[in-house]
C-alpha cells in the first residue's frame, strides 16, 4: 500500500505538470529475465504506474503515448540521429556519439528521444 500511494502521488505530479506523457512500451517479461534488472521488476510496479497515469491524464483530457519497445530510444543520439549499435549493452551509462561527439548520458538521451517519438506521432 504504501508503494501504491508513493505511485499514485508521483502519477498526480506528472498529470498536473504535463499535457502529454510519453513513455516506452517496455517489456517487462524481458526485463525480469535479464541480469541487469532481474526480480526488481516481476512485481510489475511499472505496470500499475503507468495505469495510473493513464486514467488519470485521460480525465483531464489528456494523453498517454506509449512507443513501440523496438523504438531505438537508447542507441540513437538525440542530436544529429546517428544510431549507435554498441549502446544495446544496459553497462553503457555514458557515450559520445561518433558523428556530431555529442556527449550522453543514456537515460536522458533516451527520454529526448521518447518525446520527439512521441511528438511525432502526436503531430501526424
Ligand atoms: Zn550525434
Known amino acids: ?56 491524464l485521460e480525465e483531464e483530457g489528456k494523453q498517454l503515448i506509449r512507443i513501440d519497445k523496438w523504438f531505438p530510444s537508447s542507441q540513437t543520439c538525440s542530436v544529429c540521429g546517428y544510431k549507435n549499435p554498441e549502446i544495446k549493452d544496459l553497462g553503457m551509462r555514458e557515450w559520445d556519439c561518433p558523428r556530431c561527439k555529442s556527449h550522453h548520458d543514456r537515460d536522458l538521451n533516451a527520454a529526448i528521444n521518447i518525446r520527439k517519438e512521441g511528438m511525432r506521432i502526436v503531430m501526424a
Open 1 to 56: 500500500n504504501q508503494r501504491k500511494d508513493f505511485l499514485h502521488k508521483r502519477s498526480r505530479e506528472i498529470v498536473n505538470a504535463y499535457d502529454c506523457v510519453c513513455i516506452e512500451d517496455l517489456d517487462m517479461k524481458a526485463m525480469a529475465r535479464s541480469l541487469h534488472f532481474g526480480k526488481s521488476v516481476h512485481d510489475n510496479g511499472w505496470g500499475m504506474f503507468t495505469t495510473f497515469l493513464k486514467y488519470k
